[in-house]
């Protein structure tokens, strides 16, 4: 389980200050859209600027005058024409997804620490070349304005740190408003000195100050080494591509043109004037040559201006000041671009080591500084030297980084794309970081002259090309699955909100934070120390480490070196490793002239290293320290909301204390009320069946008579309902496995709406879809119940049109469906009206609220399934869905309701005493069972009983439970401990709950039924438990001569039989009662047959008809 924790005001206010520092460029971060703002002529025009640095001239003079005319123009031919090649892949991916160059190292193959290497390896590049460009100026001040170079190296430092504060915006307008000024005075030289005339004999025959020993291969050592120095520029790739990143998305198909012309000339088309500008170097430095500067100041790009303008410009005031002024410019324009592409490289390097960001301005004094330390050790006097050993890292890097891009990608085993949140990567990627360690180590080990004076010559291409080999077999050899952590979250496009920040950023930039819970942004990602990468916890350094030792070795072996031990003995040798090769060096030269210099220089190195450790130390220990307030926080909020839960836990125990005993008070008084209503609703319900049954009842008041019997069902039901809920909350409900005539309990169930639906004029109508089975397994009476309850329900909330009773039964599964056209419900009440005593928002509607909640409970229970659909206006569809097993082999069960034609039973007279404290209900059974034959001694109370028992000897009792003095259960077990120990016993009850007495007390009946009890049913236990048969009268001749319905007719009648449409054939018998197509006796047994929903006699009936009529 993944902790989930908040940001606190401290971490949201830091990451704010963070993020309101970064705003002006989006430094560390994916270029939104909205800071696109710049036209494409301006981005590429800000980008071009940078190629204004004069080290290029250097360069090319430096190679010049060292390998002569021919080495130097192949080296930077060849060179230029590479730089263009990695170039163009490297801008495009930048450019299209919005990332500078370390973001783009990231997501191509060296993972999210990886990446942390070259971005020390490209800020070393910014600052190696600040500090040669500076040296340049600081030499032009001199020589122009006589300022001392100690405080020109101070100067050109200095003066850049304002311009670049603000980002690209003060950048981008520096260089469009210098670039008119530098263009024209670069050009300018030349296009004088065209007007002089060119000497190009000497440039073209200058052999170089290096004599060949043998011409064949000294010369191919020689172009090694010549471009050897001209690689060292192939991290300037970088600094174009934190420009490039501002061009605005293409819309249209100009718009494309124009990106794609702008992408290529301020992308890769930096090398095609970088090429320029060393040819002119090359050809520079043999005019200084020719004029008698001396061979040490030659490659000083000063010197060779000056020397050009002075070959054209007889006044030496104006050859000076334009010299200074293009010189100054040259470099102000390529230092702004290297502070500011070294401030963001040491931003990205500290901020995902430390999860820390003091501010952008920081990381530019600090580059600036490192930059100043070298200018004040000559680091242009050792030009060719430290750019030769620095390309073999460069090129290593690029070389990874281009191979991904233009191999990986299309193989597809790098994924498309640039991901470069840290949420998503691995901390290290074998494939880039792999192929740049082994072909740095290579390439080096060739360079020491380990693999021969031709490799060493070749070391920096043989860096370049290993690398770019060396990807893609990793790729492969790994099948790609270091890329990716886990998958990115598939966010719509837009704008969303940090949950850290709570500032607003594309969706590129954003993605879900499992320790937050929600959605955050790149940077506050990079920032966050306490997470720990738990949403991506084998992504880990430590974890990948852990996860290779345990997979190459046994798991003793394991143990030893993953060991405490064994971590200390290996940071202790490479520490001491390091050391002694510092000590190493610093004694191969202790016999040196020069050797404080060289302490010197080995002093200031160990500076800046020692200046990089105090920073991550420092930066480090503030992240820790501010994660641990965190964690502080979030433990303190943790206990004050553990206490809370206490708190609330301890009220809601006293709540659930007060509503279990309300709970249990409500029970009883809902189980007293029921008695009360139980006892007379049982009269009421027990002469209306007899009253029925009545044969000398006239037929006007046969339907009057029904609505009473059919009403006190219906109020038993609501009774029954009350009770429901609490046997279903205390879990006693108790289900049982009855067969059920599905047809016949479909009719039966709706007969009790018909007239209902009749009297508010709705059509109502019962559908059976798929072959239905004659019987079914499942509680009859809570399917009963659920139907009535929806049935009900569709009634009561429908004005007019129709109700629908649908049964569809496939596989065993039935699935009923209530439709009616009444006011429907409302989506806000959809859920409301499941809950107990909620009712619609229809005044008219009378009801409980119960019915619903009880549905719900009951099919719930059942195994089932119920929704409902409803549109306000329209109606509303219930469908429930639930298991109805067939029963293929059956014996026909026994009916529930007996017809009206019982006359008596077979066997001796027997003897029934019904002890009731409740005259009524005395009287109610005696009148139902005395004319079928039974001799009924009543009691009123169980003293009374006994007293009658000591003459005569009843074959059954039935017993009234709540009597006052000696109640049922104490007469029970009076009788079973005297002569009546196995004589049946019925218990009556008003109170449901005394079904479920202890089983001591059920033991002493052999029946229990509840009032209001069916007389029907009361009858088949007694005849049950006294092993009679009943026996039924004949049927008087009912039937009218049938031969005068029509075929037709019959027909029709039977079809409407068959699916049991009562209102339709109600309306059938009407029409042709009023046509006289039918005999009057035949329409009179067929209505009672369909009053008292008896399909079957109305079938038998319609049959005979039938047969007659053929």
């Known amino acids: 389980m993944v902790a989930t924790f908040q940001a606190t005001t401290e971490r949201r206010r830091y990451n704010r200050w963070v993020a309101d520092e970064t705003m002006e460029d989006f430094a560390l971060r994916f270029t939104a859209r909205r800071a696109r703002r710049w036209s494409y002529g301006r981005v590429a025009n800000t980008a071009i600027g940078s190629i204004s640095f004069l080290a290029l001239e250097a360069i090319g003079g430096a190679i010049t005058l060292a390998y002569g005319f021919d080495i130097a123009v192949t080296a930077i031919m060849l060179v230029g024409l590479l730089l263009f090649l990695t170039g163009l892949p490297i801008s495009y991916y930048a450019a299209r997804y919005g990332v500078d160059i370390d973001l783009l190292t990231r997501g191509a193959g060296f993972g999210y620490i990886g990446s942390t290497i070259t971005s020390l390896i490209y800020a070393s590049f910014t600052f190696i070349f600040f500090a040669l460009e500076a040296a340049i100026l600081s030499l032009a001040m001199e020589y122009c304005f006589g300022i001392p170079l100690m405080l020109g190296y101070l100067i050109s430092a200095l ?98 043109r124009k990106w794609w012309a702008a992408l290529i000339a301020a992308g890769p088309g930096w090398s095609v004037l970088g090429v320029l500008k060393m040819l002119a170097g090359s050809y520079l430095v043999t005019l200084a040559l020719r004029n008698n500067v001396p061979v040490e100041d030659a490659t000083d790009p000063t010197r060779m201006y000056y020397t050009a303008f002075h070959q054209v410009l007889s006044s030496p005031a104006l050859v000076l000041a334009l010299t200074g002024v293009f010189v100054i410019l040259s470099q102000l324009k390529i230092n702004i671009t290297n502070a500011y592409a070294g401030s963001i490289a040491w931003s990205n390097f500290f901020s995902r080591l430390t999860h ?102 070749m070391s920096p291409l043989l860096a370049l090309v290993t690398a770019f080999l060396m990807s893609p077999a990793l790729a492969l050899l790994t099948r790609g699955q270091y890329y990716i952590a886990r998958p990115a979250p598939d966010l ?10 709570e500032y607003r950023f594309d969706a590129e930039d954003m993605t879900f934070c499992p320790f937050h819970s929600g959605p955050i942004c790149s940077l506050c990602c990079t920032l966050d120390a306490g997470c720990r990468d738990n949403c991506k916890p084998q992504a880990r350094l430590d974890h990948m480490v852990g996860a290779f030792i345990r997979r190459h070795f046994s798991e003793p072996v394991a143990r030893v070196l993953m060991s405490r031990l064994t971590m200390f003995g290996l ?61 502080a926080h ?31 008070a409500k029970t009883r008084y809902m189980s007293g009320l029921s008695h009360e209503l139980r006892t007379p609703l049982n009269a009421i319900y027990g002469f209306a069946q007899i009253l029925e049954k009545d044969p000398r009842i006239p037929e006007d008041k046969r339907g009057p008579v029904t609505t009473i019997r059919r009403s006190s069902e219906h109020l038993a039901g609501l009774i029954e309902g009350l009770l429901d809920i609490s046997r279903i909350e205390a879990g006693r409900l108790e289900l049982s496995r009855d067969r059920i005539n599905l047809r ?164 001796p007279r027997r003897t029934v005493m019904v002890v009731d404290d409740d005259l009524n209900h005395l009287s109610l059974i005696d009148s139902y069972l005395r004319p079928i034959g039974f001799s009924l001694l009543q009691a009123s109370d169980g003293e009374q009983a006994l ?55 059920s033991a002493l009946c052999d029946a229990f039924i509840a009032k209001p009890y069916n007389l029907d049913d009361l009858l088949l236990r007694i005849c049950d438990l006294l092993k009679i048969e009943l026996v039924h009268r004949n049927p008087a001749p009912a039937h009218p001569p049938p031969s005068s319905l029509k075929r037709s007719d019959a027909v029709h009648l039977m079809e409407l039989a068959e699916i049991g449409h009562a209102k339709a054939i109600r309306e059938k018998l009407t029409a042709l009662d009023a046509a006289g197509a039918i005999p009057p006796d035949l329409s009179l047994s067929l209505k009672r047959r369909i009053d008292q929903f008896d399909m079957a006699g109305l079938r038998e009936l319609i049959e005979r008809a039938e047969h007659e009529t053929i």
């Open 947 to 1001: 007293e009658m028992l000591r003459d005569i000897r009843p074959e059954l009792f039935i017993l009234d439970i709540d009597m006052p003095g000696m109640d049922g259960w104490q007469l029970a077990q009076a009788l079973r401990d005297g002569d009546h120990a196995t004589t049946p016993i019925i218990m009556i009850s008003g109170h449901a709950s005394d079904a479920h007495k202890p089983v001591a007390q």
């Open 492 to 501: 719509a496009q837009g704008l969303h909100e940090c949950s850290v920040c």
């Open 744 to 907: 016949t309990f479909l009719h039966q169930v709706a007969s009790i709406f018909e007239e209902t639906a009749r009297a508010q004029d709705l059509d109502f109508n019962i559908q059976t879809r798929g072959a239905l089975p004659d019987w079914v397994t499942c509680d009859e009476k809570r399917l009963r119940q659920i139907l009535i309850n929806l049935m009900s329900n569709a009634i009561r909330y429908t004005a007019k049109g129709s109700v629908t009773l649908t049964l569809n039964y496939r596989n065993e599964v039935a699935v009923i469906e209530v439709q009616d056209t009444g006011s429907g419900i409302a989506p806000e009440d959809l859920e409301r009206i499941w809950r107990p005593f909620e009712r619609g928002r229809s005044a008219r509607a009378p009801g409980s609220g119960l019915g619903l909640t009880i549905t719900k409970l009951l099919v719930e229970i059942l195994g089932g399934e119920i929704e409902v659909d409803s549109t306000p206006g329209k109606g509303s569809l219930f469908r429930v869905r639930m298991l109805l097993p067939s029963v293929r082999h059956h014996l026909p069960a026994p009916s529930a309701a007996l017809p009206n034609t019982v006359a008596g039973y077979t066997g």
């Open 356 to 457: 820390s960001h003091p501010g952008r301005v920081v990381w530019l004094v600090f580059n600036v500084a490192i930059a100043l330390i070298l200018m004040e050790l000559g680091v242009f006097d050792a030009l060719e030297s430290i750019l030769a050993l620095y390309s073999h890292v460069a090129l290593s890097w690029i070389g990874a980084l281009v191979a991904d891009l233009v191999v990986n990608k299309p193989l597809g085993v790098s994924p498309r794309g640039i991901e470069f949140r840290r949420a998503h990567l691995y901390d290290i990627n074998p494939v880039g970081t792999g192929a740049m360690f082994g072909a740095c180590v290579l390439s080096l080990v060739a360079y020491a002259g380990g693999l021969g004076p031709l490799a060493q010559a």
């Open 159 to 256: 003066v850049v740190i304002p311009m670049v504060v603000r980002g690209f915006t003060k950048i981008s307008a520096f260089q469009t408003w210098t670039q008119p000024l530098w263009v024209l005075l670069h050009v300018l030289p030349f296009v004088l000195l065209a007007f002089v005339g060119y000497d190009f004999d000497l440039w073209i025959s200058y052999p170089g100050q290096e004599v060949p020993d043998g011409k064949e291969r000294s010369t191919l050592l020689m172009l090694g080494a010549a471009a050897g120095v001209v690689f060292s520029l192939i991290a300037q790739i970088g600094e174009q591509v934190d420009f490039l990143r501002f061009l605005p998305e293409p819309k249209t198909r100009a718009d494309r």
């Open 634 to 664: 979030q433990t303190d909020s943790l206990l004050r909301e553990i206490r809370a839960h206490e708190r609330t836990d301890r009220a809601l125990q006293d709540a659930k204390d007060k509503a279990e005993a309300a709970n249990t």
């Open 571 to 631: 940071f202790t040798t490479l520490l001491a490793i390091g050391f002694g090769g510092i000590l190493a060096l610093i004694r191969s030269f202790r016999d040196a002239h020069n050797f404080d210099t060289l302490l010197t220089v080995v002093f200031c190195v160990m500076l800046v290293v020692i200046g990089i450790c105090v920073w991550m130390f420092i930066l480090a220990n503030e992240s820790q320290k501010q994660a641990r307030n965190e964690a």
